[in-house]
């Protein structure tokens, strides 16, 4: 969530944010108004705990010169006291409570370069890269050429688990095995620290990553535990350094990890589309990193860089899209989605996603960063690596010959064992 003393020094900048995601801001009035009231409390028991204090020391020394009559009154006023504070504290408590559950609902403070929109319809095309492709005879979907090849069951998978699943066979569970190794050997020489997270993880890690109101659409609850199948490994990468506090040369930490990750994906795209595109379940490479918070904007940069730098070696034609203030999380300072072309519907889709989340997350977790004597909350940054899911929709989808079968891209042969052509056998 957001700093309380940025909220209160600049009341007006996070009105302004909120109003630009086209929400009210009158949230931000009955904040302040709690926080107002809440200091207050504490201001009168901090007087009573003085008082208190006085009178025990009147206490002791009544009791010094026997004078017990005066020790019996000043006792009772004291106990009265006492009773005071002690209702004070509560209703501090009670304000305070209202006041974070409330702040919990302020977005974070939006990067001034975040276009205004009030919906995906309006997000930004920042730069696109690559050729599309042009082919010389009808183009078949993913599914056609899978499916033609044998090298996915859909329906067999639909029987055992449901729609949103599949079944890789073959070389199209090789490519999906190339692209991991891929990834992880492109994110390691970018010298970034390698690590395979849980595959579970408390609620309370990934309320710090998402708002509560995500979870219905997004996230698999396990019944009768505290745990939750995590959706990306962003969110268990989060979670590693809960309560750590840094020092300036231990940062930034930069991480990637390999991960399967499973998703609802309930709302309006629903999961009813055959294939690989939209699925419950999905293999991702993640890039997170822990910084210092004037180091956040330009490690958004690099991991904007390492992305396209994935997609170039891929060859696949992109564009890079900036989130508009109406579709950015509640948690984002600023996002970009990389999107490949997809021949098949002659539009462009989401295979990544890149945010700067400044201090909201960390703030959550306790994570901050101790310099000059004092400590304040690490910025944390993410970005997709890879899905293989999709980038292989796009790879088949982009290389597909007369013949029905996909060229691989040059950079995955050598982990595809010397194959160049998928189905040329």
Same mark, same amino acid.
């Given at each position: !969530?957001?700093?309380?003393?940025? %909220? ?18 009158? /949230?931000?009035?009955? /904040?302040?108004?709690?926080?107002? *009231? ?16 006085? /009178? ?24 009265? #006291? ?82 949103? +699943? ?15 190794? +891929?990834?992880?050997?492109?994110? *390691? ?23 509560? *109101? ?12 505290? %745990? ?9 990468? %989060? ?22 990750? +499973? ?36 490690? +958004?940069?690099?991991? %904007? ?14 564009? =890079? ?56 909350? #690490? ?33 995955? =042969?050598?982990? !595809? ?9």
């Amino acid at each position: !969530m957001i700093d309380i003393n940025q %909220l209160r020094a600049n009341p007006d900048s996070f009105r302004a944010s909120e109003k630009k995601r086209s929400r009210s801001a009158t /949230v931000i009035d009955a /904040v302040l108004k709690f926080d107002e *009231q809440w200091r207050k409390e504490l201001k009168k028991v901090e007087q009573l705990k003085h008082q208190r204090n006085v /009178v025990s020391q009147e206490i002791n020394q009544a009791k010094k010169i026997k004078d017990e009559q005066t020790a019996k009154i000043k006792i009772k006023q004291m106990q009265t #006291v006492a009773e005071e504070i002690r209702k004070g504290e509560q209703k501090a408590d009670d304000l305070l409570l209202k006041r974070d559950d409330l702040l919990k609902d302020i977005g974070n403070l939006m990067h001034p370069a975040v276009p205004a929109g009030k919906d995906d319809s309006e997000n930004v095309e920042i730069k696109a890269w690559g050729r599309k492709p042009a082919f010389a005879f009808p183009v078949k979907t993913h599914v056609e050429l899978l499916e033609q090849l044998k090298l996915a069951d859909f329906d067999a998978s639909a029987k055992t688990s449901g729609n949103g +699943f599949y079944y890789l066979k073959g070389q199209l569970g090789l490519l999906n095995r190339a692209l991991i190794h +891929f990834a992880v050997d492109f994110m *390691q020489k970018k010298g970034y620290l390698y690590i395979e997270p849980p595959l579970m993880i408390r609620k309370e890690i990934l309320n710090a990553a998402i708002n509560a *109101q995500e979870w219905d659409k997004a996230i698999y609850s396990i019944e009768g535990e505290n %745990l939750a199948l995590i959706g990306t490994s962003e969110h268990a990468l %989060l979670g590693i350094h809960a309560e750590d506090c840094f020092t300036e040369k231990q940062l930034p930490k930069k991480y990637f990890s390999y991960s399967m990750c +499973f998703r609802k994906e309930v709302g309006a795209h629903g999961i009813n589309e055959k294939g690989l595109w939209r699925t419950h379940q999905f293999n991702k490479v993640e890039q997170f990193i822990f910084c210092q918070p004037e180091d956040s904007e330009r490690l +958004f940069k690099e991991l %904007l860089q390492n992305s396209e730098g994935i997609l170039k070696a891929l060859k696949l034609p992109y564009r =890079v899209l900036e989130i508009c203030a109406g579709d950015l999380s509640n948690w984002k300072q600023r996002s970009f989605d990389l999107e490949v072309w997809r021949p098949t519907t002659k539009s462009y889709g989401e295979v990544m996603s890149l945010s700067n989340c400044t201090d909201y997350q960390a703030r959550k977790l306790n994570i901050k960063l101790e310099r000059d004597g004092k400590r304040q909350a #690490v910025h944390t940054l993410n970005n997709t690596a890879l899905a293989t899911s999709r980038i292989m929709v796009a790879i088949i989808e982009n290389n597909q010959t007369k013949k029905g079968t996909i060229k691989v891209p040059a950079v995955l =042969v050598p982990y !595809m064992n010397g194959v160049k052509e998928i189905g040329n056998s």
